[in-house]
């Protein structure tokens, strides 16, 4: 069973190797910044790459007192969601003191006194005393490509929904694999701890002669940045259309909770929908942390799993009291919007 995870992606800037720069994936990656932060009590921090793990790490050195800024050469942050929320989290993250440097990409880290600059395009400079670098992964697939296992999405190996490489008895699971969209019904790389324990257990299985069949990713994933909690699940608008599918995607504000009660907050939801018969598709969510954004999530991520109509939401039975809900659940709400939207868009 070949399960050799992934590696950091080492992007083309100079001065990755000077000290003070942390390409960060590992926990012995995580353990050297740790000791940076104590025994150099850095003030400030740029931190390359605005995904999920950068943002976290944003969040963690501003607790720690380090004035942070994030580059991020797209135009939002956390470019797996909308940018429409990307830009509430980049918003969130300005709110607790981070710079954000969007459409920056950065070329080059040079020494600058005792410490670092990093230099990016168009015209950005930033000092800092510590640089983190987290911009993705690929799957490290080295050693079974050069074994003679065939390779696909990414570079990813190629295995079948039994976890089966083309070798024989040789099984493979997690982040060094592609893994079947059940969405898309093709594969995918979607390098997640969710994804790589469910594969994992299948290839185990299947190589001590039993017959598992994995049932497939969803590329569900939550996030929290701050106050907020950034969640996702399925297709996005251009995902669907690229695979095919007429998606709609509508976007609503609802409360998480009765407003009446104490501590209500709004919730950004996205619902996207094929307009050609109704399923539902993907969701994305931002809303406070206690907003039950995960719970949701998964709601979406449940009926996203059994190819139900984005209409079937709104049916669910779900649980309700006002400290925690609505008789229409958020996410409901967020559903008849998408089934409004999608009358209206049907008779123009
Ligand atoms: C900072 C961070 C935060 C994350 N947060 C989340 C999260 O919140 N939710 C989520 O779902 N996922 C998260 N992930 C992703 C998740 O950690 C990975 O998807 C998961 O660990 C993949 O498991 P794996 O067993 O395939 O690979 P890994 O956990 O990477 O394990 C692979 C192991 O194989 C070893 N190895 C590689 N090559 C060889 C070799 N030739 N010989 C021997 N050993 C070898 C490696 O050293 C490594 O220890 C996060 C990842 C990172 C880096």
Redesign the pocket.
């Known amino acids: 069973v070949v ?4 590696q950091p992606i080492h992007p083309p800037i100079q001065g990755l190797d000077l000290a003070g720069v942390h390409v ?3 926990m012995g990656d ?1 353990f050297a910044v740790q000791e940076a932060l104590t025994s150099r009590r850095p003030s400030s921090a740029v931190i390359i790459g605005g995904g ?2 950068g943002l ?1 790490m944003a969040e963690a050195l501003t607790q720690r007192g380090v004035a942070v800024t994030v580059v991020e050469q797209l135009p939002t942050v956390m470019p797996n969601v909308d940018p429409e929320l990307g830009a509430s989290i980049r918003q969130e993250l300005e709110r607790h003191g981070v710079q954000v440097a969007n459409q920056v990409k950065v070329t080059a880290v040079r020494r600058h006194g005792a410490g670092l600059l990093v230099a990016g395009a168009p015209g950005f400079q930033q000092p800092a005393e510590l640089v983190l670098v987290v911009v993705g ?1 690929r799957p ?1 697939a080295e ?1 079974a490509a050069a074994a003679g296992a065939a390779t696909g999405v990414g570079g990813a190996i190629r295995v079948d929904r039994r976890m089966r490489t083309n070798l024989p008895d040789v099984w493979a ?4 694999v592609e893994t079947y969209h059940r969405v898309l019904d093709r594969p995918a790389y979607l ?6 324990h469910k594969q ?1 257990r299948i290839a185990g299985e299947n190589a001590i002669g039993g017959d598992r069949v994995f049932a497939g990713s969803l590329g569900t ?1 939550v ?1 929290k940045v701050f106050e907020l909690a950034v969640a996702r699940t399925g297709l996005r608008d251009d995902d669907a259309k690229d695979a095919g599918f007429a998606p709609l995607t509508v976007a609503a504000v609802e409360y998480d909770h009765k407003a009446y009660y104490p501590g209500a907050h709004l919730v950004q939801l996205r619902i996207t929908g094929d307009q050609q018969g109704g399923r539902l598709l993907g969701t994305q969510l931002v809303g406070h942390r206690d907003a039950e954004v995960a719970k949701r999530i998964d709601v979406a991520a449940t009926g996203l799993f059994h190819a139900m109509m984005v209409e079937g939401l709104c049916d669910l039975d779900l649980s309700y009291t006002p400290p925690f809900g609505s008789p229409w659940d958020t996410l409901q709400l967020g559903a008849q919007a998408w089934v409004r939207e999608a009358g209206h868009a049907a008779r123009r």
């Open positions: 399960a050799t995870g992934a960060l994936h590992t995580s999920y793990i976290e992964v490290n050693l699971a997690g982040d060094c390098p997640l701890g969710t994804t790589a994992g994933q996030v």
